[in-house]
């Protein structure tokens, strides 16, 4: 019985690999290996053999280390850190495993840097991959010419469509407070496919803050929030998420926001509360 249900549970997860994604890596992994094994021939001058062995040596320890830590089976469109320091590790306990079978077995030698050149370049180009898929995902759209160019590369090479035309139902809204916990409810929000809000912008008081980005999204003063650039922005509703403001602060903002017809928010982890009503689980909003 235990056995069944171990074959179940390896079928389930061989059919939650991206073997789309392994290939995209096998031909990173091959361009890296041409360039640090072949055209750069080093001090070690490797044979036909030489090359074919350090080649399959390192590609077998890279591939089966990153098949078992399961990195084919994360969703990279909504990776957030902990997805990339997986990579990170699962590729140096990889390259513990190569440079330990390389002492032992008898192939043909490389430097310790040459080595370490390969193992590290491969993972800057998986690295970049993912990150570029990303990016295509979130900023592809049909509104400008650079949207379109990713929304086509995302479809030709992903077979997907890009986010922002998924998004179109979404409510827009600002948070204000860029804080650790304005950032926690925007990295939820945008992070959850199933998430009904979309954040465009951070409200924040901080000036040391003010006119950067936090996960792409700009941070405005209370003056740069206006009304028409909030338009812009398509905002629909506001979410307060700064327990710490004033109280008499955050009324006078209240009556500001709601004055101007925005449907008001607070967000208290892990819920989120419409002004003077009921509260939300933010993973359901």
């Not at 094994?37 to 990153?66: K, P």
């Not at 969703?75 to 997986?86: D, F, H, K, M, S």
Request: glycine residues 8%; proline residues 3%.
């Amino acid at each position: 019985m235990e056995e069944k249900k171990e074959e179940i549970s390896r079928k389930k997860y061989h059919r939650n690999i991206r073997w789309m994604l392994v290939l995209y890596d096998l031909v990173v992994y091959a361009a890296v290996a041409a360039i640090l094994l072949i055209f750069y021939c080093g001090s070690e001058r490797l044979t036909g053999s030489g090359v074919l062995q350090q080649i399959c040596l390192a590609g077998v320890w890279i591939f089966l280390v990153r098949i078992a830590g399961n990195i084919y089976g994360q969703v990279w469109r909504y990776g957030g850190i902990q997805c990339y320091i997986r990579l990170l590790f699962t590729d140096a306990v990889a390259f513990i495993g190569y440079l330990g079978t390389e002492l032992l077995l008898p192939i043909q030698k490389i430097s310790f840097a040459r080595m370490v050149s390969l193992v590290s370049l491969n993972l800057l180009g998986a690295l970049t991959l993912r990150m570029v898929y990303r990016y295509a995902y979130k900023c592809g759209d049909q509104r400008s010419v650079k949207g379109r160019i990713l929304s086509a590369l995302l479809h030709m090479f992903g077979g997907i469509e890009s986010e922002p035309d998924k998004e179109v139902q979404k409510i827009k809204v600002a948070i204000i407070g860029a804080g650790r916990v304005g950032v926690s409810l925007a990295e939820e929000l945008l992070n959850n496919p199933e998430a009904s809000y979309l954040p465009r912008c951070f409200i924040e008081t901080n000036p040391e803050k003010v006119g950067r980005e936090i996960q792409g999204l700009p941070i405005w003063s209370e003056d740069e929030a206006t009304f028409s650039r909030l338009g812009e922005y398509e905002v629909q509703e506001i979410i307060f998420a700064i327990p710490s403001m004033d109280a008499k602060k955050k009324k006078k903002l209240y009556e500001y926001y709601k004055k101007a017809g925005y449907k008001l928010k607070v967000y208290d982890y892990p819920i989120v509360y419409t002004a003077g009503g009921k509260g939300i689980y933010v993973s359901s909003i």
